[in-house]
C-alpha cells in the first residue's frame, strides 16, 4: 500500500517540475518561483514521509499499533481520572457546605454558651454580695449577743446583790427584833455603814 502512494506521488512530482512557471503576481501574494519552491518542497516532504512509511518493518507497525491502543488506554484513564477529579471537587464542595454549616451551629452554640456563661456569673456576683451581707449581718449579731451576754451577766449580779441586800436586811429585822427583845441597842447608822461596807453602793435598774 505505501509502495503504491509513492508510485502515484511521482508523477506529480514530474508534472510539477513539467508546469511553465507563471508571470503573472497579485498584489498582496509571493512570487511565482517562491510558490514553486514550496510547493516542492510539500511533495518532497509527503514522497519522503511515503517512502518513510513504506520502508518501516512490520515489527514497527505492530510496535505503532500497540502505541496507538496504549494511547487510546492511555486517554480512557485520562477521562476516568478527570471523572474522578469531577467527582472529587464535588464531593469537597459539599463537604465545605457541610463544614460551615458545623461552624454555624457551634457558633451558635458558642454564643448560647457565652450567655449561659454571663447569667451563672451575674447569679455568683449576686450570691457573693448576699453571702457578704450575711456575713455582716451575723457579725452584727454575734456583737449583740456579746452585748446581750454583758447585760445577762450584769443583771445576774445585780439580782445576787438584791437577793444578799434582802437577806442582809432580813437578819437586820431578825437582830432588831432580837436586840429589843434583849435589851440591846444597835444604832441604825452603824447598821447601815456596815451595810455599805459589805455590799458596796446599792444599783437600782
Not at 454571663?118 to 449579731?141: N, P, Y
Not at 451576754?149 to 432580813?170: G, H, P, S
Amino acid at each position: 500500500k505505501h509502495t503504491r502512494v509513492s508510485v502515484m506521488a511521482a508523477p506529480e512530482l514530474e508534472q510539477e517540475q513539467e508546469r511553465p512557471p507563471t508571470t503573472t503576481t497579485t498584489r498582496g501574494s509571493q512570487p511565482p518561483s517562491n510558490e514553486r519552491y514550496e510547493k516542492l518542497l510539500s511533495s518532497y516532504l509527503g514522497l519522503s514521509f511515503t517512502v518513510f512509511l513504506g520502508l518501516i518493518p512490520k515489527p514497527s507497525i505492530s510496535l505503532v499499533s500497540a502505541l496507538q491502543s496504549r494511547n487510546g488506554d492511555l486517554s480512557l484513564k485520562l477521562i476516568q481520572a478527570e471523572d474522578q477529579l469531577r467527582q472529587l471537587r464535588s464531593r469537597r464542595k459539599e463537604d465545605s457546605k457541610a463544614n460551615a454549616r458545623v461552624v454555624e451551629i457551634f457558633a451558635s452554640h458558642r454564643h448560647a454558651w457565652r450567655q449561659e456563661e454571663k447569667r451563672l456569673l451575674q447569679q455568683i456576683d449576686a450570691s457573693a454580695e448576699e453571702i457578704a451581707h450575711l456575713r455582716a449581718k451575723v457579725e452584727e449579731l454575734e456583737n449583740l449577743e456579746v452585748e446581750f451576754k454583758a447585760n445577762v451577766e450584769d443583771l445576774r449580779r445585780d439580782v445576787t446583790e438584791r437577793d444578799e441586800m434582802l437577806n442582809f436586811m432580813a437578819r437586820k429585822s431578825e437582830f432588831d427584833d432580837s436586840s429589843e427583845t434583849g435589851g440591846g441597842c444597835v444604832s441604825n447608822d452603824n447598821f447601815s455603814e456596815v451595810a455599805a461596807a459589805r455590799f458596796g453602793k446599792f444599783r437600782v435598774s
